[in-house]
């Protein structure tokens, strides 16, 4: 039988004197009853209980006496000591402490509990306070794992009669609805990844149709003056609507329309519209000065195309109907770009697939119906009309499948095309007048462009008449196109993947993370940019005669040796594309637009020296190191400012260590490998196949021995570029 309760003794009629240690306010007979006292205090100083809840100073330090369960799991890296002035206050040894109000009743048998504490009321180990405790990942379910919850009472409710002061049940919440069940696609991220596989495969298969095309060309018309009114006439249409509004379109319009998707009550389709309307008026009109000014205009590209009369004729021929496809290039970007903010992204980067193969399919024609260059030997003064009409108009055909294309994916987007000339009040003059930085630096970039293209066909015109070909803009034009794959495959392949997380860090206004992401995207990146522009400076003439053998032994020679001059400025050249991505994560476009603006005035300058300097022939070639030397001079002006930017700090020391030892790996690479292609050439001529077997035996020495030097000098991104591979092929 239990104890009896303090409550029970002292009832008795037989109890005189009170118990000694009672509580002297309990009525004595003889006495008059003394006022009742609360309940809390009625039995505060019970000799059974006085001592039971004494604090032991010495538990909390004992690990045997904790949950070893909660103890083993517990992470105190995500629990951070509480501040100073939460701590409990430590009471006396040994001495009851004040009596709650809501200490237990031993009268009543299902108490009502206490009401919970505003705020979080989680009890945690090791003292630590629930307000600034922080649970990251899954560390919240991790440090529950050893707790239990006890069981409820399940007769609790039948002694509710009998609480002193009866309190309304209180309502359990509703649980939350229970999630949706995941899409069959995988959801958000799953989405995201096919979305980027798709932009990806249509990017890297629209380059090789590109290159394709080029070989294409260069078999049906050669590599020499003939070509070069060609690449004028088709850069123009390029370079104006990049210069009227195609800069602006993407940095400026496009985000516009993404806000206005999102906060229009018509999902963005009218913003969309006028955008579409503006876009195609002013291309129109533009369009229409430009074909009646393409005489003006070739005579602004290169003086000696328009002071020679059969080549002005030819080239002008050439960019009447080439000039027109301006109009279908900013249609196509528009469109693509209202489809990628509907998640629709693959149709942007296919459709020039469908350009790239019209254009093939055009020059394959024309070899069809005149022969190839090496055949027929075709130039300026000897094409026909009929040919010259056949490429301009597969030209043009090209741009408008490319741009029609695009109309079948709107309407299963949901889109419907209106023209829509109400553009006032909408938004669209505030676009305007943000473009006018990308308008700079656009404008900066076309007038480097036009200063290398005078200079280059000048120095085309001078070789060709001395008998050489290969030595003008097409030569430029097309190693410049080889000479960008690495960077394209591989830098932009990096930095897609990082500039997220360094776009995150700099809005946390985390310098350092933004740093070590900027180092990991030069450092992963030089481990094939490095060997690439090595390969390039000792494989370049093998690699393009074997390339470009349709267009004549020497023309190709001379694309070799562009691309041999070009070879290591592709190392600042993606060091450059890196370090601009640190300024646009921090929204910055001023910068780069000043750093365009010196890598354009260096270029244009060493390129006209190297005009004035070098014989005709070699003129190109300088030019083609000038654009590296460009670059050199941009990293430097680049690295300082966002050095600066990032508090003085971009782990310099560890880039330049990795760049100094690929450098150090690469230089006998490419000594033995340049070495083993000369000597298959001059065993085996340099026809396709003398070419084919040059870059084959030179290109595995090469590779050879920049591992076998790499692995010696232990560079640790080179080891863990293997380590992936390997993982990948599951050896």
């Known amino acids: 039988m239990n104890a009896p309760y303090d409550g029970d003794r002292g009832q008795d009629a037989g109890s ?39 604090r032991d100073p010495y538990q909390a330090q004992d690990l045997s006496a904790q949950d070893p369960v909660t103890e083993a799991l517990y992470d105190r890296a995500s629990h ?46 090791y003292g630590d306070d629930a307000r600034t405790t922080q649970f990251t990942g899954v560390d919240e379910l991790v440090t529950q794992a050893g707790e239990e919850e006890p069981e409820p009472d399940a007769f609790a409710h039948l002694f509710r009669d009998q609480q002193a002061s009866p309190q309304p049940a209180a309502v359990a919440p509703e649980p939350p609805p229970a999630p949706p069940a995941p899409q069959k696609s995988g959801g958000r991220a799953s989405s995201l990844l096919k979305s980027s596989a798709i932009m990806a495969a249509g990017t890297i298969v629209s380059r090789l149709t590109g290159f394709l095309r080029t070989l294409v060309m260069a078999a049906a018309i050669g590599v020499g003056t003939l070509n070069d009114s060609y690449q004028v006439a088709n850069v123009l249409p390029t370079m104006i609507y990049v210069l009227v509004g195609g800069g602006a379109l993407n940095a400026v319009f496009i985000p516009q329309l993404v806000r206005a998707m999102k906060d229009d009550d018509d999902g963005g389709e009218a913003y969309a519209n006028r955008l579409l309307t503006l876009v195609v008026t002013l291309l129109a009109g533009v369009t229409i000065v430009c074909v009646l000014a393409a005489p003006v205009l070739i005579r602004m590209m290169s003086t000696p195309i328009a002071s020679d009369p059969q080549k002005m004729e030819v080239a002008v021929a050439f960019a009447r109907y080439c000039l027109p496809t301006m109009f279908f290039m900013g249609l196509h970007v528009v469109l693509g770009q209202i489809l990628n903010a509907r998640g629709r992204f693959g149709a942007m980067m296919w459709t020039p697939v469908l350009n790239n193969i019209v254009i093939i399919a055009t020059f394959g024609a024309f070899i069809w119906a005149f022969g190839s260059f090496t055949e027929s030997g075709v130039n300026a ?60 630096f656009v404008l900066a970039n076309q007038l480097g462009m036009v200063v290398v293209t005078q200079l280059a066909t000048a120095a085309g015109s001078l070789a060709e008449d001395k008998g050489f070909t290969g030595a003008g803009i097409t030569a430029y034009n097309y190693a410049l196109l080889l000479w960008q794959m690495p960077q394209a495959i591989i830098t932009v392949s990096v930095m897609t993947a990082v500039l997220p997380r360094i776009s995150r860090s700099a809005s946390d206004g985390d310098p ?7 180092s990991y995207g030069l450092r992963t990146s030089a481990v094939a940019i490095v060997p690439c522009a090595f390969a390039f400076l000792a494989l370049g003439v093998p690699m393009a005669t074997l390339l470009y053998a349709g267009s004549g032994a020497d023309g190709a020679r001379g694309i070799g040796f562009v691309l041999m001059a070009f070879g290591l400025g592709l190392i600042p050249y993606s060091v450059q594309y890196v370090v601009l991505r640190g300024f646009y994560a921090y929204e910055d476009t001023r910068t780069p637009f000043y750093n365009t603006v010196i890598v354009a005035a260096v270029n244009a300058a060493a390129s006209a020296l190297c005009f004035l300097v070098l014989p005709s022939r070699w003129a190109v070639v300088g030019m083609g190191a000038s654009y590296g030397l ?61 070419s084919f077997a040059a870059l084959t035996a030179g290109g595995i020495a090469l590779l050879g021995v920049f591992f076998v030097a790499a692995k010696r000098m232990r560079i640790e991104e080179l080891n863990a570029m293997v380590g992936m591979v390997r993982g990948r092929l599951g050896r």
Do not use: N
């Open 16 to 54: 005189a004197a009170p118990t000694p240690g009672a509580d002297p306010q309990r009525p004595v007979p003889g006495q008059g009853a003394p006022p009742p006292r609360p309940a809390a205090d009625q039995y505060a100083q019970d000799p059974y209980v006085q001592d039971a809840y004494a």
């Open 80 to 125: 951070p000591p509480p501040p100073p002035g939460t701590y409990q206050d430590p009471q006396p040894l040994y001495q009851q402490p004040a009596a709650s109000q809501y200490a237990p009743d031993p009268r009543i048998w299902a108490q009502t509990p206490p009401p919970e504490p505003d705020g979080p009321s989680r009890h945690l180990p």
């Open 381 to 440: 003064g000897s094409i026909t009309p009929e040919a010259v009409r056949l490429l301009g108009l597969g030209t043009l055909l090209g741009l408008v499948v490319q741009a029609l294309a695009m109309i079948p994916y709107l309407r299963e987007a949901g889109f419907t095309m209106r023209l829509r000339f109400d553009w006032k009040g909408h938004g669209l003059g505030k676009a305007v007048g943000l473009a006018k930085w990308t308008f700079f």
């Open 512 to 518: 350092a993370a933004v740093r070590d992401d900027i």
């Open 630 to 690: 460009a670059y050199i001079v941009g990293v430097g002006v680049a690295w300082r400012r966002l050095k600066k930017r990032l508090g003085g700090d971009l782990d310099g020391a560890h880039v330049m260590r990795t760049y100094a030892r690929l450098c150090m790996a690469s230089v006998p690479a490419a000594i033995v490998g340049g070495g083993v292609a000369f000597a298959v050439t001059k065993t085996l001529g340099s026809g396709a196949a003398g």
